[in-house]
């Protein structure tokens, strides 16, 4: 499967985005790494250019909410992208903030998966078993 992945906005956390990179590749997949400081739209250019299945987007900083708010937007902008997965996952929030209040607010905002503090193996795992879920169904 292909992966379009990155760093959202003002966000510079290489590290954290080539931890990320090499994550997905060990497990298989085709990844298409946009780097730090990405626009959103430049997240969903690539997604049509590469015709990705998943479009991971990564916030360290926290500030990822000023960003996400034109997802929805976008993807009816991007029709091609109907079927694609919508994830996100880091440090969705500045300052303090609970997964019970952060996870409802961004899939509002489009994302079909949103992993707020969540170990990026863990993360993976839960792209893997959604993965798997919406194949059968």
């Known amino acids: 499967m292909k992966?379009?992945?990155?760093?959202v906005g003002n966000d510079i956390h290489v590290v954290a985005n080539r931890l990320m990179d090499l994550s997905l590749n060990a497990r298989g997949y085709e990844v298409f790494n946009l780097g730090v400081n990405t626009y959103l739209e430049e997240f969903f250019d690539a997604a049509v250019e590469t015709g990705a299945?998943?479009?991971l987007i990564s916030s360290l900083n926290g500030e990822a909410e000023g960003w996400?708010?034109?997802?929805k937007l976008l993807k009816a902008k991007y029709k091609t992208l109907d079927n694609i997965i919508m994830m996100i996952g880091g440090n969705l929030t500045v300052g303090s903030g609970n997964a019970e209040d952060i996870i409802p607010r961004y899939k509002n905002y489009g994302f079909d998966m949103v992993c707020h503090q969540v170990n990026l193996n863990t993360g993976l795992d839960m792209l893997e078993a959604y993965i798997k879920e919406h194949k059968t169904s």
């Not at 992966?3 to 760093?7: A, E, F, K, S």
């Not at 996400?68 to 997802?71: D, G, I, L, Y």
Request: hydrophobic share 50%.
């Open 68 to 71: 996400s708010r034109e997802v």
């Open 53 to 55: 299945d998943i479009l």
């Open 3 to 7: 992966v379009v992945t990155g760093v």
